[in-house]
């Protein structure tokens, strides 16, 4: 029997390879997929085979060419694949992306740089439009384990060049974007438990920084700073008359509270931080005539 079996696969037709440099539509044996557009080509689009007939299958789809103008874009076949978001447009080389059919929906995994790009043009109320989730549910409880839903990191042992970053957030609103409501490129939420925390434990933060600087390391008078903030742009004036360095709302004024609110003296107010464990306040004025 196993020889049979044996037999039988060596007659089966090889996976197939392709490169297009246009326009394809992959058939379900299409497994490895490698396309490049480029100036000669122009952007090309690169069709998934139908969902129901490639049930069980994986397909590496991995751009070898590409940039923003000469993109190459996948999509499912007539629409066939349920909760199909949009189109992925790829504009580099190495971005790419696994694509595996369970007869109803393709699933999707990026491969090579993580690279994958989504359009939606939804207007639906009350729908939030994401492009990757990570989710970490703890469910074991512990005084001594650690938790991280996501860690990005950088490495570098020799000069980098203009700036480094880990990550980088950035909302673009082009000509005519805007928001109703409000727009943070950076969103953090810390919900704290409906019941008592036991004996008060632990510091919760909504940003933590850390700055480390080794016994070996010799600055030489380089600038360091836990924040650092830039305005830029061609109307970058308009940003004197109408920025904030904070926008804190929700906090009412109290006598040694976060915000308090006072007026006896020539200081219109305070705000609470704290520096080394001890408690200090920074005085506020609601007049630039403030000495």
């Known amino acids: 029997m196993l020889e049979d079996r044996a037999a039988q696969h060596d007659k089966q037709v090889v ?3 392709h490169n ?8 379900t044996r299409d497994y490895i997929v490698r396309p490049s557009a480029d100036d000669d080509s122009g952007a090309i689009t690169i069709t998934l085979p139908p969902v129901a007939e490639a049930k069980g299958r994986f397909y590496s789809i991995l751009i070898r060419d590409a940039d923003g103008t000469n993109t190459v874009t996948v999509e499912d076949n007539n629409d066939d694949s349920e909760n199909w978001a949009a189109d992925i447009p790829f504009d580099g080389p190495n971005e790419g992306a696994v694509f595996y059919s369970d007869g109803l929906k393709w699933a999707i995994t990026p491969l090579g740089i993580r690279g994958v790009s989504f359009t939606s043009a939804r207007t639906d109320a009350g729908t939030v439009i994401r492009c990757d989730v990570a989710q970490l549910i703890l469910t ?32 673009d609103f082009s000509t005519a974007g805007y928001v109703t409501g409000l727009a943070g490129v950076v969103c953090a939420e810390l919900d704290m438990p409906g019941g008592a925390v036991p004996g008060g434990s632990g510091t919760y933060w909504l940003f933590e920084g ?3 600087l080794p016994t070996s390391y010799v600055g030489g008078g380089v600038p360091l700073a836990l924040m650092g903030l830039n305005v830029w742009g061609a109307e970058k004036a308009q940003f004197d008359s109408a920025g904030f360095l904070f926008d804190i709302t929700g906090v009412t004024s109290g006598d040694g ?3 308090y609110d006072h007026t006896a003296n020539a200081a219109d107010g305070f705000l609470k931080c704290r520096i080394n464990g001890a408690t200090y306040y920074i005085v506020l004025s609601d007049d630039t005539a403030f000495a």
């Open 15 to 17: 996976d197939k390879f």
């Open 20 to 27: 297009p440099e246009a326009d394809y539509e992959m058939t």
């Open 140 to 171: 074991g409880a512990s005084a001594t384990n650690m938790a991280e839903a996501v860690r990005y990191s950088l490495f570098s042992n020799v000069r980098v060049g203009a700036w480094a970053n880990a990550i980088v957030g950035v909302i």
């Open 210 to 212: 850390e700055l480390n």
């Open 257 to 259: 509270d976060f915000f």
